[in-house]
């Protein structure tokens, strides 16, 4: 049986993972402390917590419609309900959209995936390379694994980065423009308002929700998770970045 070896558990490498395991026996290596990357969930405190990244799945095609639904009937996913206010004059968005979240955390779909999958936290793949037939892959903690086939689901910059020996020329001369994102995660005192997300037409904030409106717990303060606009993000990024103890506590 062929060993396969996928680099990354967000959703595209969980989903791949899932599908090969049915097959062969499949090893998923993930650099973070836990699931789902730009889908995870920062826990705060007992079952409080903040989805991160992605705010909330709406499926368009039908095979996606599919797959959510059943995942739906499962406990995975849930409906969203609003509220949600919608302020913003140049995005489009539809309304009668609905909006799918994880029951626990939106990780769900990861953790879903992968929850009989062999998956390795705390390891960074930094160095690829070719050994006979094997795929040699160090990692930032010193250990070396060899696989047969390897599979980087990772965002493109760092692929490329790390592939850039293998590529054809159409890859390497190819580049893919990331957008940057800011997000804050707070405690407040109850805010007066039914909304359970604000999608807003400003400048610097781009999008609030409100994690108590999920139903996942109940707690006196009100928890929100806060995302700048892109375009804020990427002029403030490098800053953030330098300076990021003054901006960050509570999580570590
Ligand atoms: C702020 C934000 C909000 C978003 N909101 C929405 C939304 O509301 N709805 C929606 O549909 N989509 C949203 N998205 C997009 C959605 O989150 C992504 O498209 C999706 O999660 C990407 O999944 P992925 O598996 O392709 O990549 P990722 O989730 O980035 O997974 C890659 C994984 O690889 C790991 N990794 C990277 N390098 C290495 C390495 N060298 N070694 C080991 N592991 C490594 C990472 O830690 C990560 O876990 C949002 C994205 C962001 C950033």
């Known amino acids: 049986m ?15 993972a899932n599908l090969l395991s049915k097959k062969y026996k499949v090893d998923v290596y993930e650099k973070a402390k836990g699931i789902g990357g730009r889908s995870s969930h920062r826990r705060y405190l ?46 489009l968005e539809n309304k009668k959209h609905t909006k ?3 029951v626990k955390g939106n990780n769900a ?47 493109f910059a760092q692929s490329k980065k790390l592939l850039i020996k293998f590529l054809p020329t159409f890859f390497k001369n190819k580049n893919v423009k990331m957008e940057s994102n800011i997000t804050v995660m707070t405690v407040t005192n109850k805010i007066k308002n039914n909304y359970s997300s604000f999608l807003f037409n400003d400048e610097i904030v781009g999008w609030a929700a409100k994690e ?18 892109f375009k804020w993000a990427n002029r403030n990024i490098l800053n953030y970045r330098n300076n990021k103890k003054k901006f960050t506590s509570f999580f570590n």
């Open 2 to 16: 062929k060993n396969i070896c996928i680099i990354g558990s967000g959703i595209s490498g969980s989903t791949i």
């Open 46 to 91: 007992n079952n409080l917590g903040f989805d991160h990244g992605l705010q909330y799945i709406s499926p368009k095609t039908s095979k996606f419609k599919k797959f959510c639904s059943g995942l739906q009937k499962k406990r995975v996913l849930k409906k969203w309900q609003g509220p949600h206010k919608f302020d913003h004059s140049k995005v």
């Open 100 to 102: 799918l979240i994880g």
């Open 109 to 155: 779909i990861s953790k879903y995936l992968l929850k009989n999958i062999n998956c390795i936290f705390g390891y960074e793949l930094f160095k690829i390379e070719r050994i006979k037939k094997n795929w040699k892959l160090s990692f930032l903690n010193g250990d070396v694994k060899y696989y047969e086939i390897l599979i980087i689901s990772i965002p």
């Open 212 to 229: 108590n409106s999920k139903n996942r717990f109940k707690y006196k303060y009100d928890l929100w998770t806060i995302q700048s606009t």
